[in-house]
């Protein structure tokens, strides 16, 4: 069964309190038949992530930032269907490495957990989030060790709070459930509050959607890993892609739906012949933002650390739900890299 954060927080520091302030009348002591009044119920709050409503009173508890395998050994993978935001980016070579931040619920289990590179710590700390992650290059770890951010380690942890699955070989088969995450960061006496900067989500339901129709999105890194979205007319959501092998959750085998797939283009360089890269998260540069069924060609910003949706300098409102976010490189560039 899925959780809020803040029902683990309230399991794992024994914090009492209620979601809802008012009320429940669980008998009446008249037996006569009382008129009750219609009560249409307006959401005062919102996940910062989803933009949806919630009756949580509190919701800035930190993100969750976990990298997860990508490897197609490694698929299908555990939780992604419960992240507010994914970022599917490159790792070495052609293979992209997804990091994926869960704030307004947790999943029981979440994993093929992999290891980090700096730009996924960059990625995390723009929510002022908890790494989770299975060791690193050598430059992340020697940022994990410099204390850059709060992390768990599944180098640290292999065995205790991160368990290896006899389905799947090693290195695609470390997993971490949400209670050992808790567990970690009750332990390691991290922080479980931030002061979140929301998301830009529309709240009354207007969108300006303007563009062209993209109904079938693919996204082709390097001609060996192609990534595809197909919109869903009933739902008004996106479904996600590997090749023909359509992304759904290994725990419920449910589908992964999106209401954002934002792709930004953005330069990377190859540092080494193990083929680990820079990639430049900060400058801006073009992005395509695909909602409902519409193919938007606008620009990225890194705004607090954030990626974000930009035209002619204002912030472009998404579409309340789970958010993608594919980076591509430069070169060979949007055009080559995606079509619609």
């Not at 060790?145 to 699955?165: C, H, P, Q, T, W």
């Not at 012949?273 to 069924?293: C, E, H, P, Q, V």
């Amino acid at each position: 069964m899925k959780k809020s954060w803040m029902m683990f927080i309230i399991t794992a520091f024994l914090i009492g309190g209620c979601s809802n302030s008012e009320e429940q009348v669980l008998e009446q002591e008249d037996s006569e038949p009382v008129e009750e009044e219609e009560i249409i119920e307006v959401p005062t709050a919102f996940y910062p992530f989803t933009g949806l409503a919630t009756d949580e009173e509190e919701v800035n508890h930190r993100v969750i930032g976990v990298t997860i395998n990508n490897h197609p050994a490694a698929r299908p993978q555990s939780g992604l269907s419960d992240a507010d935001v994914v970022y599917e980016i490159l790792s070495e070579y052609e293979v992209t490495r997804l990091v994926a931040l869960f704030h307004s619920q947790l999943p029981e289990r979440v994993g093929p957990v992999r290891s980090a590179r700096p730009y996924h710590i960059d990625l995390v700390n723009g929510y002022e989030g908890i790494l989770v992650h299975h060791g690193g290059s050598p430059e992340a770890r020697e940022r994990v060790a410099r204390g850059e951010i709060n992390s768990l380690d599944g180098m640290v942890y292999d065995g205790s709070l991160f368990k290896r699955s006899s389905e799947r070989k090693a290195p695609h088969n470390s997993y971490i459930t949400t209670e050992n995450i808790i567990e970690g960061i009750t332990s390691l006496h991290y922080e479980t509050v931030a002061d979140v900067q929301p998301l830009p989500f529309s709240q009354d339901g207007e969108l300006n959607v303007e563009g062209l129709e993209a109904k079938d999105i693919e996204i082709n890194y390097y001609n060996i890993n192609r990534v595809r979205y197909q919109f869903d007319e009933q739902s008004g959501m996106y479904h996600r892609f590997n090749g023909d092998d359509q992304t759904i959750d290994y725990e419920t085998n449910q589908p992964v739906e999106l209401s954002n797939l934002f792709v930004v283009e953005t330069a990377h360089q190859v540092l080494d012949d193990k083929g680990r890269r820079a990639i430049d998260l900060t400058s801006g540069g073009r992005a395509i933002l695909f909602m409902n069924g519409i193919a938007s060609e606008i620009n990225w910003e890194n705004r607090d650390g954030q990626i974000v949706p930009v035209k002619d300098g204002e912030l472009v409102l998404l579409k309340p739900g789970q958010t993608w976010i594919n980076v591509v490189p430069t070169t060979p560039g949007m055009e080559e890299t995606v079509t619609y």
